[in-house]
């Protein structure tokens, strides 16, 4: 596979504060990698860095083959990218706004007003071009905003908290299109609270903190290495407890329950069930949320 982005002993500091503690990674073409963390970690500053929005005070940064430092142009018009935030112009119909933002990459319009139709299409929002963009539900401005960074066709496409606020319909058209894009072969590069859509969407992650990288690897791979398979819960009781410390178990007690991170989760509930008296206990799959709150934490970050 072909690098996409490269970053080794990569760094950002504002001052006294290192936001981003050299840290190295590749992100291969036409894949989708995640970068998690809880507020604070570096991921936001990082993914600043690669839509080179923000310079690099360290190491080095590769993106589509050119320096960050260099080359920002460049790589500026190979890139598309979804904010956080939904920066459509109220004064624009939805047409409008794709047709306009064209401009910037100097398309030529008969070709531009192509793209635009196209685009339409693409996030199911034809019937509202001629709309201004302040009717526009939250899932329509979202999908807007996806098509105007895909209106220069690029290789790398850059999403933050892509989903935010949306309801399970509009979530799940979303990633319907980010899985389209993905086989037309662009790569994408994602940070989100959800980690449900991580988990769904990511070739790849990293998890990052205290402006390091924790962990990288697959969602699967991530989950298996650090929960395991499955994961029994039950209500904190000191009998529970003792059960537990004859077995030998690995466990955690989080407030008023216990999460249990079992071998064999079958068989683990059963003994506890039959030999520990217990009358209520729960197991499930472990996800990627357990492995984040296990790495990060459980306070709240503000």
């Known amino acids: 596979m072909v690098p996409i982005i490269v970053a080794k002993d990569l760094q950002k500091s504002f001052k006294s504060l290192l936001a981003v503690n050299n840290i190295s990674f590749s992100i291969d073409e036409g894949e989708v990698f995640g970068f998690l963390g809880p507020n604070g970690a570096g991921k936001t500053t990082t993914m600043r860095m690669i839509q080179c929005v923000s310079p690099v005070s360290g190491g080095s940064l590769d993106v589509l083959g050119m320096d960050v430092a260099s080359r920002q142009r460049e790589i500026k018009s190979q890139m598309g990218v979804v904010p956080q935030e939904n920066n459509l112009d109220g004064d624009f119909t939805v047409y409008e706004n794709l047709l306009v933002y064209s401009r910037y990459f100097d398309i030529p319009k008969d070709e531009a007003e192509r793209r635009v139709e196209e685009l339409l299409d693409f996030v199911h929002l034809q019937e509202k071009k001629d709309v201004?963009?302040?009717?526009?539900?939250?899932?329509?401005?979202?999908?807007?905003?996806?098509?105007?960074?895909?209106?220069?066709?690029?290789?790398?496409?850059?999403?933050?908290?892509?989903?935010?606020?949306?309801?399970?319909?509009?979530?799940?058209?979303?990633?319907?299109?980010?899985?389209?894009?993905?086989?037309?072969?662009?790569?994408?590069?994602?940070?989100?609270?959800?980690?449900?859509?991580?988990?769904?969407?990511?070739?790849?992650?990293?998890?990052?903190?205290?402006?390091?990288?924790?962990?990288?690897?697959?969602?699967?791979?991530?989950?298996?290495?650090?929960?395991?398979?499955?994961?029994?819960?039950?209500?904190?009781?000191?009998?529970?407890?003792?059960?537990?410390?004859?077995?030998?178990?690995?466990?955690?007690?989080?407030?008023?329950?216990?999460?249990?991170?079992?071998?064999?989760?079958?068989?683990?509930?059963?003994?506890?069930?039959?030999?520990?008296?217990?009358?209520?206990?729960?197991?499930?799959?472990?996800?990627?949320?357990?492995?984040?709150?296990?790495?990060?934490?459980?306070?709240?970050?503000?």
Not at 133 to 159: C, D
Request: glycine share 6%.
């Open 132 to 302: 201004m963009t302040e009717s526009l539900s939250g899932g329509m401005k979202r999908r807007l905003v996806l098509a105007r960074a895909l209106i220069n066709r690029p290789r790398l496409l850059i999403l933050d908290e892509p989903t935010v606020g949306l309801d399970p319909q509009a979530r799940h058209l979303i990633w319907e299109k980010l899985r389209s894009l993905k086989k037309q072969g662009v790569t994408i590069v994602l940070t989100s609270h959800y980690l449900d859509e991580v988990e769904k969407l990511c070739d790849r992650l990293v998890v990052m903190d205290n402006g390091k990288i924790l962990v990288e690897g697959s969602p699967a791979g991530v989950i298996e290495e650090f929960i395991g398979s499955n994961i029994i819960e039950a209500e904190n009781n000191p009998q529970l407890l003792e059960c537990l410390r004859e077995r030998d178990a690995n466990y955690e007690i989080i407030g008023d329950m216990v999460h249990i991170y079992p071998d064999n989760a079958m068989e683990l509930s059963e003994y506890l069930l039959m030999e520990c008296s217990l009358t209520k206990i729960s197991a499930r799959p472990a996800t990627l949320e357990d492995v984040f709150l296990k790495l990060t934490g459980r306070s709240l970050r503000e």
